[in-house]
């Protein structure tokens, strides 16, 4: 008699909205699980990640694996209240494994940028031990972003700043007094300090950025267009490297 299988915990990225951003990858281990694991908030609302997989399980066979947790995805202030959400839909997702022995947790863009998937695995693994902890990519809003505003991200040996402006505006400014591309995320609700540091550091001309990607309330802002927030907290903004040539910094 062969050993019971460990239990097997999949963070699947969903991208940043358009659900055909999805891989194939993506869309089979979601109708392979045994349990499809969506966060949303305690409002009540569809969320980003919950929208685009019941856009791939579209029957009502695969549909009905489908479970809402309510994450603190909008606590930041409180570390004992979120850590109390986070306890809390852990324990639900153990359950989960337990009873399914599988379970694909969706996400949006990446499960490994920035996702709640990360702090979900951390709480799992002490709760059932041999948890196997594995992920599959997703579609980033900076890919996306750059890809529908025709902007490049990095050439040559430019480095590449991913910065959540959550870390505070201090962060973003000296990412943007470098080199490279500098990529914001998280920035909506301080629109107006991102806008200064852009001027600050003469990268106002060039940064384009945009909110609710491949979402029906879209927008997107050409290089130049000033920031005017506040804006979605999901907003996403790419500042360019200056370049003067081809290959130029090869």
Partial sequence: ???????????VGMGPGDPELVTVKAVRVLRE?????????????????????????????TAARVERIVFALNERENRS??????????ARVAELLREHGDVAFATIGDPNVYSTFTYLAQTL????????????????????LAAR???VLAEGTEPLTLVPVTAGSEVLRDALA???TVVAYKFGRLAGQ??????ETGRDGSAVWGSALGLPDERIRPAGHPLDGPLPYLSTLIAPATRTRRGGKL
Avoid: F, N
């Avoid at 008699?1 to 963070?11: E, F, I, K, Q, Y």
């Avoid at 002490?126 to 997703?138: D, R, S, W, Y």
């Fill in 1 to 11: 008699m062969s050993p019971a299988a460990p239990p097997r915990l999949t963070g």
């Fill in 33 to 61: 699980a045994s349990a499809v694991v969506v966060p949303v908030l305690d409002s009540g609302e569809t969320g980003r990640a919950e929208a685009t997989v019941l856009h791939h399980l579209d029957d009502a066979g």
């Fill in 81 to 90: 209240r979120r850590e109390a959400a986070w306890d809390a839909a852990g």
């Fill in 125 to 144: 693994v002490p709760l059932l031990p041999g948890l196997v902890v594995q992920t599959v990519p997703g579609i980033t809003a900076m890919q996306d």
């Fill in 149 to 151: 505003s025709g902007t």
């Fill in 178 to 180: 470098g080199p490279g």
């Fill in 194 to 199: 991102v806008g200064a540091a852009l001027r």
